[in-house]
T-cell receptor, first 115, second 113 residues
Framework: AQSVAQPEDQVNVAEGNPLTVKCTYSVSGNPYLFWYVQYPNRGLQFLLKYITGDNLVKGSYGFEAEFNKSQTSFHLKKPSALVSDSALYFCAVRDMDTGRRALTFGSGTRLQVQP | EAGVAQSPRYKIIEKRQSVAFWCNPISGHATLYWYQQILGQGPKLLIQFQNNGVVDDSQLPKDRFSAERLKGVDSTLKIQPAKLEDSAVYLC???????????FGPGTRLTVT
């Protein structure tokens, strides 16, 4: 079975400071990993994905994520937070090797960036 | 480019009634997804189509939910009869193919009373 955990319901950070939103996953095989963002009154939007290759993945709006196989983590990061980054962030995983072709999403982490 | 269209945006029904949602994906997108997002939770996949064939419907409550994607374009999701626990936002998404980035529609907020 595939699963993903986002251990923090909410993350608070001051504008200009670095931010990290945590995600850990569980799969039997190798993972495909994704981050999506949900802004207020807007649909979910794709941020970035990891399939193979470089462990540091760069995505939209200055976000990046680091894949760590030994810790089964895929944390989302940004060097300098903006107030406009305040939103709900979802991590998602698919097990490449089990044949299931659907993503499993985490429960989400609300990011609040204070001015 | 036009995004994923969904209708209606809001729907209120009584339990045991039926309801249908419509989705028009981005032109050329072969893969279409229906998700259920209950307040405070992440989206849960209900059904995934590749063209007009079903790829995954393992979490679809088939005794009351049904979905179709005729001609590999538009899709409808139906609930009959609805239960209180079906109150949620129903999201449609599409992508060029498997593991490609998904584009989400605005969703339909369903309230069952």
């Amino acid at each position: 079975a595939q699963s993903v955990a986002q251990p923090e319901d909410q993350v608070n950070v001051a504008e200009g400071n670095p931010l990290t939103v945590k995600c850990t996953y569980s799969v039997s095989g190798n993972p495909y990993l994704f981050w999506y963002v949900q802004y207020p009154n807007r649909g979910l939007q794709f941020l970035l994905k990891y399939i193979t290759g470089d462990n540091l993945v760069k995505g939209s709006y200055g976000f990046e994520a680091e894949f760590n196989k030994s810790q089964t983590s895929f944390h989302l990061k940004k060097p300098s937070a903006l107030v406009s980054d305040s939103a709900l962030y979802f991590c998602a995983v698919r097990d490449m090797d089990t044949g299931r072709r659907a993503l499993t999403f985490g429960s989400g982490t609300r990011l609040q960036v204070q001015p | 480019e036009a995004g994923v269209a969904q209708s209606p945006r809001y729907k209120i029904i009584e339990k045991r009634q039926s309801v249908a949602f419509w989705c028009n994906p981005i032109s050329g997108h072969a893969t279409l997804y229906w998700y259920q997002q209950i307040l405070g939770q992440g989206p849960k996949l209900l059904i995934q189509f590749q063209n007009n064939g079903v790829v995954d419907d393992s979490q679809l409550p088939k005794d009351r939910f049904s979905a179709e994607r005729l001609k590999g374009v538009d899709s409808t999701l139906k609930i009959q009869p609805a239960k209180l626990e079906d109150s949620a936002v129903y999201l449609c998404a599409s992508s060029l193919g498997l593991d490609q980035k998904q584009y989400f529609g605005p969703g339909t907020r369903l309230t069952v009373t």
